[in-house]
């Protein structure tokens, strides 16, 4: 197993769980609020490729418009809307920048786990992309970002432009494919669904030599379970109801 793990146990999910609307500036603002030390978060790029934050291919469920994000400019992203359909108070907040998020993070002293979650067939482009410019931007950095992606193709393609970073593999549950391509990539931990974990998972995990972040954990009963059989780090977005005892 990685003998260097400088990761928190407590990750929030999507930037502030449930308290904020996801990816945004503001939700970054919130996992901080709740006492956070790392933050997960989407990148993908927009049709021009600009770097920027959004978990599904289309922004309807999370924005005023609708459409894909491939086929959708920055500056037409920017348009949006990304905060009202969360509550009336987030009205107005708009689509960042993966470089915005990053520079909060740098300045707050926030770790970062840039989940690559590339459009459908813009997978090595992605990962490409995202890697390099993350690079760059935490060169130096005591605790490095967490690069993960359901896509082995974008992580592949990451971790040839950026070795240097660690990588994660998100998988539904950690089988022979997932073991499979933890290996070729060199991750450092594999990220399966929390539903697929038991005591004898955990294990043969950190048997092949990776550290476990599993998503997502919203149950305090479970959240001790997990660290209880050796999990490494949740995510989450009860930032509320989780940290104070577990961080
Ligand atoms: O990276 C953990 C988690 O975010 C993976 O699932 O769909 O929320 O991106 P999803
Ligand atoms: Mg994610």
């Known amino acids: ?23 945004t500036l503001a939700a970054m603002r919130c996992g901080l609020d709740y006492g956070f030390d790392m933050v997960e978060f989407d990148a993908k790029l927009s049709k021009d490729n600009v770097l920027i934050l959004l978990h599904d291919d289309d922004v309807k469920r999370t924005s005023n418009g609708q459409g ?33 998020i990053v520079r909060f993070a740098i300045e707050n002293n926030i770790i970062c786990n840039v989940e690559i979650k590339p459009c459908p067939g813009r997978e090595k482009i992605t990962g490409k ?13 005591e605790i490095p970002p967490l690069l993960s992606s ?7 393609a ?6 240097e970073l660690p990588r994660a593999f998100l ?22 669904d929390q539903k697929t974990l038991t005591e004898k998972v955990i294990k043969a995990i950190h048997k092949d030599g990776y550290r476990i972040c599993a998503w997502t954990v919203n149950d305090y009963r479970r959240a ?3 660290f209880a059989w050796g999990c490494d780090a949740i995510f989450t977005d009860e930032l509320e109801r989780l940290p104070a005892s577990m961080a």
């Open 1 to 23: 197993m990685s003998k260097k793990w400088p990761y928190p146990r407590l990750i929030a999910h999507r930037g502030g769980g449930r308290f904020a609307p996801e990816n």
């Open 68 to 100: 894909l994000a491939a086929e959708m400019t920055y500056a037409e992203l920017l348009e949006l809307d990304m905060g009202q359909w969360h509550s009336a108070y987030y009205a107005g907040e708009p689509l960042p920048k993966l470089e915005s």
């Open 129 to 141: 992309l995202v890697a390099e410019a993350v690079a760059r931007w935490f060169k130096g950095a």
């Open 150 to 156: 359901f896509s082995a193709e974008a992580l592949e």
């Open 158 to 163: 990451a971790y040839k432009a950026a070795p």
């Open 171 to 192: 998988c539904d549950e950690y089988d022979a494919t997932a073991k499979k391509v933890a290996k070729k990539l060199a991750c450092v931990a594999v990220n399966p």
């Open 224 to 226: 001790k379970e997990l």
